[in-house]
């Protein structure tokens, strides 16, 4: 018998009542969809959750199937920003999507998961079937859409190449013939222009599950490893200990419940229960001895005051001044040079304990040369 609690849990709908449950009595293999952005190189723990889901399906006889929008990128899908994605080149889409199929295997079963390009169906279709595709929504429909609506109303422009996004992913659904399609709470509108593009398609519409979109650590913005606010999935084990113990005090049950599916609730002491939730983190994505490690780690740098023994030596690069966010990229203490630039100008880099300004991003040689450089919540050393 299926385990409805299993593959539901923590969802926030499961729409339409009851489709899932007449679907599972089917006795067949179901096709789960989730949509992955090609825009991420990293899965970040709020990622994880609905990854977690098709897990679960997968636990239960079904095949997981994680389409790269390669194609959809193309166009740019606000999912609730004021305006389009910025087009992302076919060699960075491949590079980004190998490196997030990687790390979704860290989570779903390898041999019920398939990896799919929607340029595989999307690139095929000409203008005749693309007007085809257009027919299948009005535009009054795809105004309901929140973004949409907002933009719309407060004359905010809206090309028409934003409109064709919700169908493009919505004939990823017909491509793949999905029976389920799961995606976050911003994604619910997506996934029933899918049911409603299948039928127009003659298939049987898919169910759609949401799952919760949580904050990241600065308990504000949402996670997005875009703006620099979330921990993933494949940090180094210092690295996620150190951002589960920055986070609010007010994360920590959602944090709880969805990223540990814990069942229990944390500890009602902030700080026991962000320890806890650090550790217990670690330990799932790196194993026991890291969380343990982590944690003394920790200890001794904020405790203690002092950097841990094994900080790393970084050897400087050639000319003078250091440009410190090429220093930072290459080195892998921020993911980009752009996301180096935000650290600093949030006085997240320090030089032998003092802030770099926020336009201090050429610094002497002379006093890079032998300092104890930390970026967050990670300690190095520079080469003498």
């Not at 997030?100 to 595989?120: K, M, V």
């Not at 930072?328 to 304990?353: C, F, K, N, P, T």
Request: contains cysteine.
């Amino acid at each position: 018998m299926p385990d409805l609690a299993a593959l539901t849990r923590n969802a926030v709908k499961v729409l339409p009542e009851g489709e899932l449950e007449r679907k599972l009595a089917l006795g067949r293999p179901l096709r789960v969809k989730l949509g992955i952005d090609p825009t991420a190189r990293d899965i970040h723990i709020g990622q994880a959750i609905p990854l977690q889901r098709m897990r679960a399906f997968q636990d239960q006889g079904h095949t997981g199937i994680l389409i790269v929008g390669d194609y959809t990128a193309r166009v740019g899908d606000p999912s609730g920003r004021s305006k389009e994605r910025q087009v992302m080149s076919g060699e960075q889409i491949d590079e980004n999507a190998a490196r997030y199929f990687e790390q979704a295997l860290r989570i779903l079963d390898p041999d019920r998961s398939e990896l799919r390009f929607n340029s595989e169906w999307l690139g095929k279709l000409d203008f005749g079937e693309i007007l085809r595709l257009t027919r299948t929504v009005t535009v009054s429909r795809l105004l309901e859409r929140n973004d949409f609506e907002r933009r719309f109303k407060t004359n905010q422009p809206i090309s028409v190449s934003e409109f064709l996004y919700p169908l493009m992913q919505a004939y990823d659904s017909v491509a793949i013939k999905a029976d389920v399609e799961l995606g976050g709470t911003d994604q619910e509108y997506n996934l029933l222009t899918g049911r409603d593009v299948q039928i127009a398609y003659g298939q049987e519409p898919q169910v759609a599950l949401t799952t919760p979109l949580i904050n990241g650590p600065n308990g504000v913005d949402k996670m997005s490893a875009s703006l620099g606010n979330y921990i993933g999935i494949d940090d180094p084990p210092a690295e996620m200990y150190g951002k589960a113990m920055s986070s609010v005090d007010e994360l920590m049950p959602d944090y709880y419940r969805l990223c540990l599916e814990a069942d229990a609730p944390p500890p009602a002491d902030p700080y026991a229960a962000k320890r806890e939730f650090a550790r217990r983190l670690v330990e799932r994505w790196h194993g026991a001895e890291a969380a343990a490690a982590a944690e003394a780690g920790f200890d001794r740098m904020f405790k203690e005051k002092r950097a841990t023994d094994d900080a790393p030596v970084l050897d400087l690069p050639d000319g003078d001044p250091v440009h410190v966010p090429a220093f930072l990229a290459d080195h892998s203490l921020a993911g980009s040079r752009g996301e180096a630039r935000r650290l600093i100008s949030q006085g997240g880099v320090r030089l032998d304990g003092e802030p770099l300004a926020a336009d201090e991003l050429d610094v002497p040689r002379s006093r890079m040369a032998g300092a104890e450089l930390r970026v967050g919540r990670r300690f190095a050393r520079v080469a003498g």
